[in-house]
C-alpha cells in the first residue's frame, strides 16, 4: 500500500476502505440511470448496464493508481443525455457515429492533457461562463427529465404544456423528485440511489412495473456496443462527401468535459487539502486526474459508452476520510462486484430514474448563483446559454450563442481587454456552428 503514501496523507487502509464503500453509494445511480438514458438510442440496455459498470470501475481504478486522489469516475450525466436526445434523437445520428464523436472528442482532450494548451483554454474562458454552462446544462437534463416523465409534454398551440400529472405514473414521479431532495438536503448518504430504491419499491407495490424475481446474475455481454463505434461517418455524410458537420459537437463534448472535470476537481480538491495556487503536489495530482479522466473516455467510447467525467459524489468520500488513490481504487472495486446485479437495474422503472435527472440539474443549476450578472456581457451571455441549451435542444447550439454574444457586447463596450485569444477561438467557432446547420 505504500505506493499510496498512506502514512503520509495521515490516512489507513480501513479508512480509504469506507471511504470508497461511501463514494460507491452515492454513485451507484448512475448505472440504471445511464443505461437507460442511453438505451434510447436503440442500444441494448443489458448491455449498457454491463458497459456503464464496467467503464466506471475502469475509469476509477485508472485514476487511483495514475493520480493518487480519491476521485472516482464515471460516464457524466449531461452529455450522456445530449448524447442520446440532442445529437442521436435530435440530429439523427447513429449511435455508431455519436460514440466516434465521443472518442475523438476524448483523444483530443488526451492530447491537451498533456501540454500546457489545456491550462491555457481553461485561464482563456471566464468562469462565469462555465457556471453559464454548467446552469444550461442543469436545466437542460432537467426538462429531458420532466419530458420523459410525461410533466411536459407537446402542445400544438403553444409548443409546449403541463402533462396529466394526476395519473399515476406521473405522480410517482413527482413524489420521487421531492423523495431525493428530501433525502439530499438532510445529508443522506446514497440520497439518490436510496430514493430510485423507495420509489422502484412503490412502483412494484402499485403494480406499474414487475417486482424483480430475481437480484442476481452474470454480467450481460456488451458484444452488440463493444467497438461498433463509428469514426469516419463523423466526417463524411450519407452521400460520402467530406463534411465539417460534426465538428462543432466534438468541440462541445471536448470543452464540456474539460471544464465539468476542472470544476469539480477544484472543489473536491479543496475538501481534500489541496491548495491548487499554492500546493503544488496538489496540483499536479489534479493534471493526473485530468489525463486519466482524458483517457477513460476514450476507453468509454470503445466500451459504448458516452464521455466520462470526475463525479462530484467523490466529496462524500473524502469527507468520508479518503485522501489517497485507495478509496478511488475501493470504490472501483465495488462497481466491478455490480456487475452481477443486471436482474436488479433492469427492474428499475423509469420513473424511479428520471426524477434523478430533475435534482442532478437543480444542483447544477446553483452555479447560476454564482455568476456576476452586474458584468453586461457575462450577464447577456449567461442568459442565452442558460435558454437556448434546453430550448434548442442542443448544449453546442446554446453555448455557441453564449459565446457570440459575450464577444459582441465586449466589442460594443470596447473593452478590448477582456477579448483574448481563446475568446477569439471559440467565438469564431461558434460562429462556423450555425453556418454548417
Known amino acids: 500500500?505504500?505506493?499510496?503514501?498512506?502514512?503520509?496523507?495521515?490516512?489507513?487502509?480501513?479508512?480509504?476502505?469506507?471511504?470508497?464503500?461511501?463514494?460507491?453509494?452515492?454513485?451507484?445511480?448512475?448505472?440504471?440511470?445511464?443505461?437507460?438514458?442511453?438505451?434510447?438510442?436503440?442500444?441494448?440496455?443489458?448491455?449498457?448496464?454491463?458497459?456503464?459498470?464496467?467503464?466506471?470501475?475502469?475509469?476509477?481504478?485508472?485514476?487511483?493508481?495514475?493520480?493518487?486522489?480519491?476521485?472516482?469516475?464515471?460516464?457524466?450525466?449531461?452529455?450522456?443525455?445530449?448524447?442520446?436526445?440532442?445529437?442521436?434523437?435530435?440530429?439523427?445520428?447513429?449511435?455508431?457515429t455519436a460514440l466516434g464523436v465521443v472518442c475523438l472528442s476524448g483523444i483530443i482532450f488526451v492530447v491537451l492533457s498533456f501540454t500546457n494548451f489545456r491550462m491555457w483554454i481553461i485561464s482563456s474562458i471566464p468562469k462565469d461562463l462555465c457556471r453559464a454552462i454548467s446552469g444550461g446544462i442543469g436545466a437542460f437534463i432537467s426538462f429531458v427529465g420532466f419530458q420523459q416523465m410525461g410533466i411536459i409534454v407537446n402542445n400544438d398551440t403553444v409548443l409546449l404544456g403541463l402533462g396529466k400529472i394526476t395519473e399515476l405514473?406521473?405522480?410517482?414521479?413527482?413524489?420521487?423528485?421531492?423523495?431525493?431532495i428530501g433525502l439530499f438536503v438532510r445529508g443522506m448518504?446514497?440520497?439518490?440511489?436510496?430514493?430510485v430504491l423507495i420509489n422502484s419499491v412503490i412502483s412494484w407495490v402499485l403494480g406499474l412495473s414487475p417486482f424483480p424475481t430475481e437480484f442476481v446474475s452474470m454480467p450481460a455481454s456488451i458484444n452488440p456496443i463493444f467497438l461498433q463505434l463509428d469514426i469516419k461517418s463523423v466526417f463524411y455524410n450519407?452521400?460520402?462527401l467530406f463534411s465539417w458537420a460534426l465538428l462543432p459537437v466534438i468541440i462541445v463534448f471536448f470543452v464540456t468535459d474539460l471544464f465539468d472535470s476542472v470544476g469539480t476537481l477544484s472543489g473536491v480538491a479543496s475538501r481534500s487539502g489541496y491548495?491548487?495556487?499554492k500546493d503544488k503536489e496538489g496540483a499536479k495530482k489534479i493534471e493526473k486526474t485530468l489525463e486519466a479522466d482524458a483517457?477513460?473516455?476514450?476507453?468509454?467510447?470503445l466500451f459504448g459508452v458516452s464521455t466520462t467525467t470526475t463525479f462530484v459524489e467523490s466529496s462524500s468520500g473524502v469527507e468520508a476520510g479518503g485522501r489517497t488513490g485507495l478509496t478511488a481504487v475501493f470504490c472501483g472495486l465495488f462497481f466491478l462486484l455490480a456487475l452481477f446485479l443486471l436482474p436488479f437495474f433492469k427492474a428499475i422503472p423509469s420513473n424511479a430514474i428520471y426524477p434523478v435527472l430533475v435534482v442532478v440539474g437543480i444542483l447544477m443549476f446553483t452555479e447560476l448563483g454564482r455568476v456576476d450578472y452586474k458584468d453586461p456581457a457575462i450577464?447577456?451571455?449567461?442568459f442565452f446559454i442558460v435558454v437556448l441549451i434546453p430550448f434548442t435542444?442542443?448544449?453546442?447550439?446554446g453555448i455557441a450563442f453564449g459565446f457570440l454574444t459575450y464577444l459582441v457586447v465586449r466589442v460594443f463596450r470596447a473593452e478590448w481587454d477582456k477579448i483574448n485569444l481563446g475568446v477569439l477561438m471559440l467565438s469564431l467557432i461558434s460562429f462556423i456552428v450555425f453556418l454548417v446547420q
Do not use: H
Open 379 to 382: 450577464a447577456c451571455a449567461t
Open 1 to 96: 500500500m505504500d505506493i499510496f503514501k498512506l502514512k503520509s496523507n495521515g490516512t489507513t487502509v480501513a479508512r480509504e476502505l469506507n471511504a470508497g464503500l461511501t463514494t460507491f453509494l452515492t454513485m451507484l445511480y448512475i448505472i440504471p440511470v445511464n443505461a437507460l438514458i442511453m438505451s434510447k438510442t436503440g442500444m441494448p440496455i443489458e448491455a449498457l448496464i454491463t458497459a456503464t459498470a464496467f467503464v466506471t470501475a475502469l475509469a476509477t481504478i485508472l485514476n487511483g493508481l495514475w493520480s493518487n486522489t480519491p476521485m472516482a469516475m464515471s460516464v457524466g450525466m449531461g452529455l450522456n443525455a445530449y448524447f442520446t436526445f440532442g445529437l442521436v434523437l435530435g440530429m439523427k445520428v447513429p449511435w455508431q
Open 238 to 240: 450519407s452521400l460520402g
Open 393 to 397: 435542444y442542443s448544449i453546442t447550439n
Open 275 to 277: 491548495d491548487l495556487d
Open 169 to 180: 405514473n406521473s405522480l410517482v414521479s413527482v413524489l420521487g423528485i421531492f423523495i431525493i
Open 189 to 195: 448518504k446514497g440520497a439518490f440511489i436510496i430514493g
Open 295 to 301: 483517457l477513460a473516455t476514450v476507453a468509454g467510447s
